[in-house]
């Protein structure tokens, strides 16, 4: 089975974090990170180099190895993912191919995981989404009546206030141009908390 790279990026940063962790800030070797992550060192080498050109991780050799988590918690800031697009319109296909990094403040967002979608479309402008708009996400399966969600129907996502009911769940379009979704269920990615405007 073909597996994505940036999967396998994730799954490399999360082993060294929590190596990290269990070591006393210690990094892992190369023949560690590839025993505890299923591949041969010589993938892990060649992803690592990869990570490392994309700003994952940071590399002084072979044994000290910096990932964006304990970047940030040293600089009081993190690096999140800008990982596709999300519709504000119809629902498209969500994508899972990292684009690029963005720096945050742990100060504005506190800690946890978020990532970074562009939105595209207009059904979420009166609520200051505008196409091309990024929007910072914390990844969690639940939320809160009105708050605006990342939605999986299926398998596509959207962007949308949610408005669960009893038997349904209502998911309401900030445009009166756009009909609101409706729908049995569905499943929450994430919560937006802050937009970054495009100035292009």
């Known amino acids: 089975m073909q597996y994505k790279k940036p999967e396998y990026f994730a799954g490399i940063e999360r082993f060294i974090d ?3 962790d ?14 505890g992550v299923g591949l041969s060192e010589g993938t892990v080498c060649k992803y690592l180099k990869v990570m490392r050109e994309k700003g994952i991780v940071e590399c002084e ?3 000290h190895i910096t990932t964006r988590r304990s970047r940030g918690d040293a600089q009081g800031s993190f690096q999140a993912p800008v ?3 999300i519709a504000c319109g119809l629902p498209i ?3 899972e191919n990292i684009e690029e990094y963005v720096q945050l403040p742990v100060s ?40 605006i969600v990342v939605a999986l129907i299926e398998d596509e ?12 769940v209502i ?12 729908v049995d269920s569905c499943a929450i990615q994430g919560v937006a908390v802050k937009v970054i405007k495009d100035l292009t």
């Open 18 to 20: 929590e190596y990290k």
């Open 22 to 35: 269990m070591n006393g800030g210690a990094s892992p070797s190369m023949k560690v990170i590839a025993r």
């Open 61 to 63: 050799g072979h044994r």
């Open 83 to 85: 990982v596709g697009t």
């Open 93 to 95: 296909l969500a994508e």
């Open 108 to 147: 504005l967002f506190g800690k946890g995981e978020f990532y970074v979608l562009r939105a595209k479309g207009d059904s979420m402008i009166d609520a200051g989404i505008d196409d091309r708009d990024l929007v910072v996400v914390r990844q969690q399966n639940t939320a809160d009546y009105n708050q």
């Open 157 to 168: 996502a959207t962007l949308k206030r949610y408005r669960p009911e009893a038997d349904r």
């Open 171 to 182: 998911l309401h379009a900030e445009n009166p141009e756009f009909e609101d979704i409706i």
